[in-house]
């Protein structure tokens, strides 16, 4: 059992979420690589990425302190396990290294990308954090983040990024646009047209994935074919069908009946399934192997989730 104090670090770092980054940058990694070679870029972009969505994390809860206080006051910043100054910094050094290890990327691969769509993350995040969270535009600006992500994986591409990557990206933003949305009202009870709402959103993200091998032509590489979505024919609709069937299945549990604790498991769901959805694009273009070694990240973030809380 880890000591208090670390605990509440990890509750802060909200760390079973953080595999999800990963999974994300393993996904745009291997979309345009055929392994994770060269190491020393894929797990600068990696280290990247979980850097700065633990520092998404960490400024978020010190941002919304105040709101904590009255909604969630057992958290470690307004239960006050840490202080609200060196969480503030130790998420600022977090960010800055995160950008910092984005640009690393771009001197060893010589891809401008890198450095550029790093920055740019790390943008989002203040922006979301300290701006956008409390606004209409928050579910929207969780999105962008998360289809930055999924781009900062495939930054180090040799060549174009083509039109099935921004569709991976975008579907992906599109989904963690309805996640968030549906979870905006977690601590309290929830609306239940803003359930239904959501759950459409969500729902036309994973169509959206689903249909990327679609935009596949000839301009695309060999090696980045979605070849395995296209060998598998109508199974590759029906896999679709049973993810995205079940993750839906869940969030209508919580329109049926929108408490906070049912809400809050349905988010938990949705945010763990990102893994399984990261894996399922993977599978298309690299192969079940590939695919397999992503879905793993569940492991450590359902073992992880049953001591930290993940929303």
Known sequence: MPEPRLRSWLQLFRLPNVFTAAADIFLGFLLVHSSLEPWWIFLSLLSASCLMYTAGMVLNDVFDVAIDRIERPSRPLPAGRIPLQLA??????????????????????????????????????????????????APVAMGVCRSLNVLLGASAATEPLHNIHWMIAAGLGVYITGVTWFARSEASKSHKGQLVA???????????????????????????????????GARWWMLWGVLGGWTVLQCAKAVADPKPAVVQAAVKHCIVSLVIFDAACCFAVRDIYWAAAIWALVIPTLWLGRWIYST
């Open 88 to 137: 503030l910094h130790v998420g600022g050094v977090m960010l800055g290294a995160g950008v910092a290890l984005g640009w690393a990327a771009t001197a060893l691969s010589g891809q401008w990308r890198c450095g550029v769509v790093a920055t740019l993350l790390g943008v989002m995040i203040i922006a979301y954090d300290r701006i956008l969270k409390r606004t209409a535009l």
């Open 198 to 232: 959501a759950i459409g959103v969500i729902a036309a993200g994973l169509a959206t994935l689903a249909c990327f091998p679609l935009l596949a032509d000839d301009a695309l590489p060999p090696d980045w074919q979605p070849v395995y979505a296209v060998a598998i």
